[in-house]
């Protein structure tokens, strides 16, 4: 089963007179998976084991050769094994072993193949026990390329297919770099609903020295599939900044202060030796955080946001559009000084993802400032108006009603005694806006399309308050689009209008086909 395999082309059936794909592996029949992916995917420790053995047998095998004599050490194995004569056997045995290895390794990867179709992404692998997943283009909510440092060494990378659903992703892992970004390409148009096709890649005619040199200097983000204006980029210097002031940081910082204190006082460290894991836990999620944002950068494309991060392993996302359920911007207290704002998001893939490595499938932009976060919601909301700019940007740092803002009155100091003057929700066209709180500030954003439904509850202190709270259904993830303590009136009429709302963008939204002729952006 080849790439050359004859037969029907259904994918090509579909394009006008002329255009060609990408890449050759969109064609609808099966392709394997990059020469390499057996060894960068297992084998790289079967090399290091046999490494070992041949470095501890170096001497064994020298005598062994030229008949010197050797030292006998009862705590070596190789010196037991050429001692009784049982040296040759036993290597006889790994090579055998070895081989048997390889041949496994071969033809596992002889029957893990993938075929790309106009409908779905399929992948099937197993010799004893087949398996065989698919993903639907039409559930696609990202397409990642991870780069990871070893695979770059042999020009190879790692395509993730994030799919709706529970353990719904598709990956392909190892393809050729450049088949990876060609492929990435012809998948988000066969989902986009275009019937137009790029012409295909011509062959690289550097020399392998040559593309792998290119592959480790090549920026993140690819400026020819880019425009260079739309690109945002998080400093490594405002990065570190950030880190030392997060909530995290201050919390670490805290417990340290008072387990020394209180050991001091008492003359007895069991309080540090106790602080010792969670300490450990807390600066591994740091340092993490850290290495997981060096060379983050935001950009817009044609078929959706492209994020790109990391140093040595190199991550390259693009998020479709209409596959952002729902956004965040947050600022925790300490950047209130520096101004500085995060920004996460919900999407229907991964957005459950716990701990730092989490941070690639739900934060967009991990510090910026204002002008920093009013570009990247400019690139997560196309066709966004001057006006409705001014408008996020009153969500993001203003109070009170200016900017047509419903805020919470005066009685619910009570429950919100810090934040009720900012504390309220506003709408521009296709989106919610909801803002909240005085000390850690927040603006949550959720397109109307992406809604799952609209609820108002009220317990017994909002009731005797004449109060209620408001939630927006989107799907899980770390941003909760809800806001409490509005006049009962008041949450009454944003229940009526944004369910109407809602109903009405759901009907005409067309984002899931964002390139087909009359889709709506």
Do not use: C
């Not at 501890?56 to 050490?73: K, N, T």
């Not at 990867?109 to 010799?127: A, C, K, M, N, P």
């Not at 005409?508 to 009359?518: I, S």
Request: charged share 20%; proline share 5%; net charge positive.
């Amino acid at each position: 089963m080849s790439d050359e395999q004859s037969g029907g082309d259904p994918i090509e059936d579909l394009l006008p007179p002329g255009a060609v794909l990408s890449t050759r592996l969109a064609d609808g029949e099966w392709h394997r998976l990059h020469p390499a992916t057996p060894l960068l995917k297992g084998g790289f420790v079967f090399i290091v084991i046999a490494g070992y053995f041949i470095n501890s047998a170096r001497q064994q095998l020298i005598d062994l050769v030229f008949g010197a004599p050797h030292a006998h050490d009862d705590g070596d194995p190789i010196a037991f094994l050429t001692e009784h004569g049982r040296l040759p056997i036993a290597l006889l045995i790994i090579a055998a072993v070895l081989i048997l290895i390889v041949v496994i390794f071969y033809l596992s990867w002889r029957v893990h193949t993938f075929r790309i179709t106009d409908e779905v992404v399929e992948v099937r692998s197993g010799l004893v026990r087949r398996s065989l997943r698919k993903g639907r283009l039409d559930r696609i909510q990202g397409i990642n390329i991870v780069r990871p440092f070893f695979a770059r060494l042999f020009g190879a990378a790692r395509l993730e297919i994030d799919v709706a659903g529970h353990d719904a992703n598709v990956r392909l892992d190892y393809l050729s770099s450049s088949n990876a970004d060609g492929l990435r390409l012809d998948i988000l148009r066969l989902a986009s609903g275009s019937r137009e096709r790029e012409a295909a890649q011509a062959p690289d005619a550097r020399g392998f020295v040559e593309q792998r040199v290119a592959d480790f200097i090549a920026p993140e983000l690819d400026p020819n599939a880019v425009p260079p204006e739309s690109v945002v980029k998080v400093h490594v210097g405002r990065l570190i900044g950030s880190i030392l002031l997060h909530d995290t940081t201050f919390t670490l910082l805290v417990l340290i202060v008072a387990a020394a204190v209180g050991s001091a006082v008492t003359g007895k460290y069991f309080a540090i030796y106790a602080l010792v894991p969670l300490v450990l836990g807390l600066g591994s999620f740091l340092f993490r955080r850290f290495t997981k944002s060096l060379r983050y950068s935001i950009a817009s494309t044609p078929d959706g946001v492209r994020v790109g991060f990391g140093l040595l392993t190199l991550s390259n996302e693009t998020l479709p559009p209409g596959r952002i359920h729902s956004i965040e911007v947050r600022q925790p207290i300490l950047w209130r000084l520096p101004g500085w704002w995060e920004i996460k998001i919900n999407r229907a893939s991964k957005s459950n993802a716990k701990g730092a490595d989490a941070q690639r499938n739900t934060t967009i932009l991990p510090v910026g400032n204002i002008d920093d976060v009013l570009r990247v919601l400019g690139l997560l909301l196309p066709g966004t108006t001057d006006e409705s700019m001014a408008m996020l940007k009153l969500g993001i740092r203003g109070r009170g009603t200016d900017g047509g803002f419903t805020t919470s009155p005066t009685r619910a100091v009570v429950v919100r005694p810090f934040s009720f003057r900012r504390n309220g929700f506003a709408g521009i066209p296709g989106v919610v806006l909801l803002r909240r709180g005085a000390v850690w500030r927040s603006l949550t954003i959720v397109p109307e399309a992406r809604a799952q439904s609209i609820a108002m509850t009220q317990g017994p202190l909002y009731r005797a308050l004449r109060l209620a709270r408001v939630h927006v259904h989107t799907v899980n993830g770390p941003v909760r689009a809800e806001l409490g303590a509005l006049d009962m009136a008041d949450a009454m009429r944003f229940f009526g209008t944004e369910s109407a709302q809602v109903i009405t963008a759901m009907g005409t939204d067309g984002t899931h086909r964002w390139r087909a002729e009359g889709s709506l952006r």
